[in-house]
């Protein structure tokens, strides 16, 4: 393969696989970029699920053992999109092997194996490897407009941060007792999954750190049927039960270094929300809200404004000067989900392409990883204020 060219290897082919195949394969028809992403290898455990997996997703080729990836010349960069237990040892492992990695979000179970992780980044960016820790919602143009507005000083002093995630996919006492259910797979639960992408669209949007929080979590439905061998997904349950020992529903207060004080809600079981992330930032000149579920506008509150005809305007973040949308269609023609993944696979590749270290790095992932951790910690002394460690 030539030298333009950026063989990938990716771990795992469920929800995740699929969106980041879709991501390569769309990244370089609709963007410029440096090096052409190439659907390699896709790896799973399963022989014919993955070979399955590899036809209908657009892979060239199968392996079955993540290990072999490494030793493979056509592979320069492995994706991860496996559960959270195989981020640590994966990456590491590809990282050492001369590797770019991007790993799914949260970047591992443990704040242990995040320091790890980020230790094996530090040793890889010295010879020129990349690494990404994947929230894919960072590359939302509305959220990435966000972070402009705030940078350019439209906010002023942010002072108040108010972040939700709400599904109710697990509403149902009967679904079953996936992976992501599991504390061995996932790390935690609504947490984890939700609460990972909440606290980073804060810290990212701020750009600012939280210095501590005070937490309570729940879990509504302490038992689910074990996934029937058969389920593939494992959306349908067999007739033994498990326990379910992570949180199902996580909410907590935080402080900011620069003195914001902020609220998140991290929930499964809101009935009838079903990929509802909001976050609302108020700041002495001005206000922001962006709501995932109408993820191509952004509100915007310009308190300097003449207070006769201010007001929050609904800012359809489609034009050409917007992040990200000048590559895709005319104005108001609107993006959806899997776009966040193209565009994170596009901005990868240019920082591999132009040497620069990409963001969000896996120090940022353990950043958020230091304060899922004093979450758990506060939750377990009924809410006792716990401090974010600064690294
Ligand atoms: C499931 O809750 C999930 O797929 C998360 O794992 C993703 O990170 C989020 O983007 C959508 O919901």
Known sequence: MG????????????????????????????????????????????????????????????????????????????????????HADIAIAALGAGKHVLCEKPLANTVDEARAMVAAADRAARRGVRSMVGFSYRRVPAVALARRLVEEGRLGEIRHVRATYLQDWIVDPDFPLVWRLRRNAAGSGALGDLGAHIVDMAQFLTGDVLTGVSALTETFVRERPLPSASSGLAASGGPERGTVDVDDAALFLGRFAAGAVASFEATRFANGRKNALRIELNGSRGSLAFDQERMNELEFYDGEEDPETAGFRRILVTEPTHPYAGAWWPPGHLLGYEHTFTHQAVDLVCDIGEGRDPAPSFADGLRVQLVLDAVERSAAEAGGWQTVPTE
């Not at 771990?11 to 980041?20: K, L, N, T």
């Not at 022989?47 to 010349?73: F, H, I, N, Q």
């Open 3 to 86: 030298d333009t060219v950026l063989g990938i290897g990716m771990v795992g082919y469920a929800f995740m696989g699929a969106a980041h195949s879709q991501a390569w394969r769309t990244a370089g028809r609709f963007f410029d970029l440096p090096l052409q992403p190439d659907l390699t290898v896709l790896c799973g455990r399963d022989p014919v699920k993955a070979a399955a997996a590899a036809e209908r997703l657009g892979w060239r080729s199968v392996e079955t053992d993540w290990k072999a990836l490494l030793t493979r010349d056509d592979i320069g960069l492995v994706d991860v999109c496996s559960p959270g237990d195989t």
